[in-house]
């Protein structure tokens, strides 16, 4: 057997899910071929009489697969910084936002930018999270809130994927708040997200889900529910910002629209546990908005484990709630705020992050024909990739086999 490179002399996490903990094997080898794995095991177990093109010794360091950011709002202009100095004031994420604040501010900013400005300004933030060993991201629109710069946002996600070496899944969040050109009318902006929007962005191309914002100071249940329907109608998976600030029951209702996740769930209930894991839609945790926001309601970890919901994690990398472009960081976070336990942590952005995208089957663990995305690292134990603050032992990055 033939293959284009091998890693040899390797430690592997390979996160597959029928392996115990993660999936770790000593004194291993990892192959590709034309981007894909074709072996990853002991090193003892290679097939008889195999060649490689190229050979990489590893000296024993860790392999883990390539950590992916599957909750992100990175396509946006301008920054919060200010909003960021209100709140240190005393002013709450939700008084900031009804006083026109909030995502609308940075609505007036994407508005103004062109794409070329979108994808610049994104660049340096992408820039980062890649050299910590991502190697998928996810980024929703949501700060354009009418047809063209909601589009605009997603041709510029899409952009990325073509300036930087990463695959990019793009969600459509028209749903995220209502525009001040709608007068305070949420049916009337519902109509026109259900019935222009999302047809016309489905018909583009340029979304792979509709995510929408359920939240009392967003849109509620009801009008999700529309929203969802016409993204199932358009073809489109669906997933939900829920249950962040309060419990409308965000967590039930992402499961009963088969949501691929839902998000955030510090107000999530035991009942909406139950219900995601009867769905199989994963929770999405963003321990980087819950820490800037200084919130102290924590999501419900031991339902999700009584039940048996999958965990991922994400940065929510966006101006106002979570200008973070650290993985690594909220890994830590997640540990040392919530209770994650490491195996939580690293399969939260890997394994159950290719989950909450609905990509599990091409990529997320270091598997014989998923795609060759790894990250390696210069540790002596996984515990250290979230242990760690503000330490970034990445030696190399691999994607799509290169």
Request: aromatic share 6%; net charge neutral; hydrophobic share 45%.
């Amino acid at each position: 057997m033939r293959f284009d490179r091998i890693w040899l002399d390797a430690r592997l996490a390979t996160l597959a899910p029928d392996r115990p903990g993660l999936g770790a094997v000593e004194r291993a080898a990892l192959a590709c071929r034309d981007g894909s794995i074709v072996y990853a095991g002991p090193q003892a177990d290679l097939p008889a009489g195999w060649d490689a093109r190229e050979r990489v010794a590893l000296d024993g360091r860790w392999v883990t697969p390539g950590l992916i950011d599957c909750h992100t709002h990175i396509v946006h202009a301008g920054d919060r910084a200010e909003e960021f100095e209100r709140r240190l004031n005393g002013a709450s994420y939700a008084q900031i936002a009804q006083a026109g604040g909030g995502i609308l501010s940075t609505v007036r900013a994407t508005r103004a930018a062109s794409e070329d400005a979108l994808v610049a300004q994104s660049l340096p933030r992408l820039e980062r999270l890649l050299a910590e060993g991502v190697t998928s991201i996810e980024i929703k629109s949501g700060y354009g809130l009418a047809l063209e710069s909601e589009m605009r946002m997603l041709r510029a996600a899409r952009r990325l994927a073509r300036e930087r070496p990463v695959h990019v899944e793009t969600s459509f969040l028209g749903a995220h708040a209502l525009p001040p050109e709608a007068q305070g009318d949420k049916e009337r902006y519902i109509d026109a997200v259900c019935d222009d929007m999302i047809p016309q962005v489905a018909r583009a191309g340029l979304a792979d889900a509709v995510d929408a914002f359920c939240e009392g100071i967003a849109f509620q249940p009801s009008q999700i529910a529309r929203v969802f329907a016409a993204a199932r109608k358009a073809g489109l998976a669906v997933k939900l910002h829920a249950d962040q600030l309060s419990n409308l029951h965000g967590a039930r209702l992402a499961a009963a629209h088969g949501a691929l996740s839902a998000d955030h769930l510090e107000y999530a209930d035991d009942a909406g546990a139950a219900a995601m894991a009867a769905a199989r839609t994963v929770a999405v945790l963003l321990p980087g908005a819950f820490y800037t926001l200084r919130e102290t309601q924590l999501p419900p970890l031991q339902s999700f484990r009584r039940h048996g919901v999958a965990m991922a994690l994400a940065t929510d990398c966006n101006p106002g709630s979570s200008p973070v472009t650290s993985l690594l960081l909220m890994m830590n976070m997640a540990a040392t705020l919530f209770g994650l336990t490491i195996e939580e942590a690293i399969a939260g952005v890997t394994r159950e992050a290719a989950r909450a995208l609905g990509r599990l089957a091409q990529f997320g663990t270091l598997e014989a024909g998923k795609r060759c995305d790894l990250a390696i690292w210069n540790i002596e134990r996984p515990a250290e990739l979230v242990y760690r603050v503000g330490f970034n032992p990445l030696h190399a990055r691999v994607w799509n086999g290169q």
